[in-house]
């Protein structure tokens, strides 16, 4: 592909044109996941959906919803997803990164079309949502995991970014669609166009992924070391130099903590709970730490607005309960290209931990105002809720939203990384399932108290980034493993951590990997009696400065 060997500077390094594209494709796995979360909870209140699906004749003709069925119909894709994350650690790890995604979005087509041919079961819709959530479970593994593995460290922070900005693009698209829609929301295609959407939506993915390069990881995880190679080169746009010194960098970090975990045989789902010395630093530690996060992720409360939010505000007294969606969805997706500046400008710890308080106190005020003033019945009320919400979705879309896609991206040691992330992402799906099948019952008990809950969560999650999470900004996967060794370095000094080799964490130290290169020359030379490839090139060098020799009857 021509692309390969295009490359731009970034960050003072080549990045390759064909990286970027693969951060393009590969994240529309999260706007499939941003549309299907989104779709709902506009759908929840058409009229057609309504009749169709509910059970409560409401005394004016038409019919709502009982709210543990809402909760079954909305919470149950969920469970897919939480199936299908762990299935990725499979499939990602047999059939490659590439396929594994495009596998994602089969099923997610399938489970969409379930959707559309409901009639009049609420039973028949709520399984095609949880088949369409196996699909999207296995992208929310696999595309940041894809990413992080192919992206140079110098993009990799907002490369795996771009995937929490898609689910807000996805969010905020299915808004537009839901409130363009509702002008024949009393039609059964309303609903049945909003799901089909979808469908159009995961063709780019499904089909586009098999025009990126494999992940150099997996390939030299299965010890094909040429195909990492090329992989590795068309990535840094240097397909038509693979040989090139800033890819046998790269090479030699990866090749170095490849082969002490290959002594150590193949991870198993055991070690990802027990420790084992296995030369894999904290490695449950790891575990605990990127399932907190990501559980973590799902009770910062986000969910209660984009899963819920339209039902909140109309029993808020909100006149246009959508439009009001509609803009918070807006502040979600400009925020989050905030947050692309934020996860490499400030790294991934402060951000977290600043957001995570900023979090709770809006939180605090939309839970207090709620309770305190009944907004249906004083204006003021409802308008410091709306702004209360509009600032803690804007926090999340900097912070929480993409940050914890990187940090999970690039946690994990490749020798259990599939299973670690699978585990992690899990945890995020079981906290979705709880949070969107617990939000009618709870709110039809305690109402917008229930906001306090999520104020005490997000106060957790700032304690838990403080005090166990390292600073992985602009580090190598390997660099990044290799922190975690380190038993005197705390979390909250790590970002004053540099790795060998490097005067910063941005700037090579070029003498240093001079010296590795000719050191490896000289192992080279011993091991094979041979001379090494540096004195070869010089022989050669110094052949052509002597000029043509005679050929053997010439000189006779």
């Known amino acids: 592909m021509v692309l390969g060997k295009k490359s731009v500077r970034i960050n003072g390094a080549d990045c390759g044109i064909e990286a970027l594209f693969l951060g393009a494709i590969s994240s529309m796995g999260g706007f499939l996941f941003g549309y299907d979360t989104g779709q709902i909870s506009g759908m929840l209140l058409f009229s057609d959906f309504k009749n169709r699906f509910g059970q409560n004749d409401d005394g004016k003709g038409s019919k709502e919803f009982v709210p543990i069925i809402q909760s079954l119909l909305v919470s ?267 996860v490499e400008r400030f790294g991934r710890r402060m951000p977290l931990f600043i957001g995570a308080i900023w979090q709770a106190a809006w939180l605090a005020v939309f839970a207090a105002m709620g309770t305190a003033v009944n907004p249906k019945e004083n204006s003021a009320s409802g308008i410091v809720m709306i702004v209360a919400a509009a600032m803690f979705i804007a926090s999340f879309a900097a912070t929480w939203g993409p940050i914890i896609w990187v940090v999970i991206g690039e946690t994990f040691p490749l020798r259990t990384r599939a299973k670690q992330a699978s585990l992690a992402t899990a945890a995020n799906w079981l906290g979705n399932f709880m949070l969107s099948f617990l939000t009618p019952l709870a709110t039809d008990k305690i109402s917008y108290a229930y906001g306090f809950v999520f104020v005490g969560t997000n106060i957790v999650a700032a304690i838990v980034v403080y005090f166990f999470l390292y600073e992985s900004v602009s580090l190598s996967l390997e660099n990044v493993d290799y922190m975690y060794s380190l038993p005197d370095l705390k979390p909250w000094t790590s970002s004053k951590w540099i790795p060998e080799g490097y005067q910063t964490r941005m700037k090579r130290d070029d003498a240093h990997f001079a010296r590795r290169a000719a050191e490896d020359d000289e192992r080279t030379q011993v091991a094979s009696g041979r001379p090494s490839r540096a004195v070869d090139d010089e022989k050669l060098a110094k052949r052509s400065s002597e000029g043509p020799r005679e050929s053997r009857e010439e000189r006779v």
């Open 76 to 342: 149950l894709m969920s469970i897919g997803t939480l199936l299908g994350a762990l299935s990725s650690s499979y499939t990602s790890d047999l059939w490659g990164r590439r396929k594994n995604l495009s596998w994602g979005c089969f099923i997610f087509v399938i489970g969409s079309v379930i959707q559309i041919a409901a009639v009049d079961s609420w039973v028949h819709m709520m399984m095609g949502r949880f088949v369409a959530g196996l699909g999207i479970g296995i992208l929310s593994v696999g595309v940041p995991m894809f990413q992080s593995e192919c992206s140079p460290r110098e993009i990799r922070g907002a490369v795996v970014a771009t995937y929490q900005l898609m689910i807000t693009f996805g969010i905020l698209i299915s808004n537009i669609v839901n409130f363009g829609v509702r002008a024949f929301e009393d039609n059964p295609s309303s609903w049945r166009l909003v799901i089909g959407l979808g469908i159009v939506f995961a063709s780019p993915l499904g089909l586009g992924v098999f025009l990126l390069p494999e992940s150099p990881r997996w390939l030299a995880g299965r010890q094909d070391w040429d195909g990492a190679r090329m992989s590795m080169a068309r990535l840094r746009g240097m397909k038509h130099d693979h040989r090139h010194q800033l890819v046998e960098d790269d090479m030699k970090e990866m090749r170095t903590v490849l082969e002490k975990e290959r002594l150590a045989a193949a991870g198993t789902w055991k070690e990802c709970f027990i420790p084992k010395k296995n030369g894999v630093p904290k490695q449950v530690y790891r575990t605990i730490l990127g399932v907190a996060l990501q559980f973590l992720q799902q009770w910062t409360g986000v969910n209660y607005f984009f899963y819920y939010g339209a039902t909140i505000f109309e029993s808020a007294g909100i006149d246009d309960p959508i439009r009001t969606q509609l803009i918070l969805g807006t502040i979600n997706v400009a925020m989050t290209f905030f947050g692309l500046y934020v």
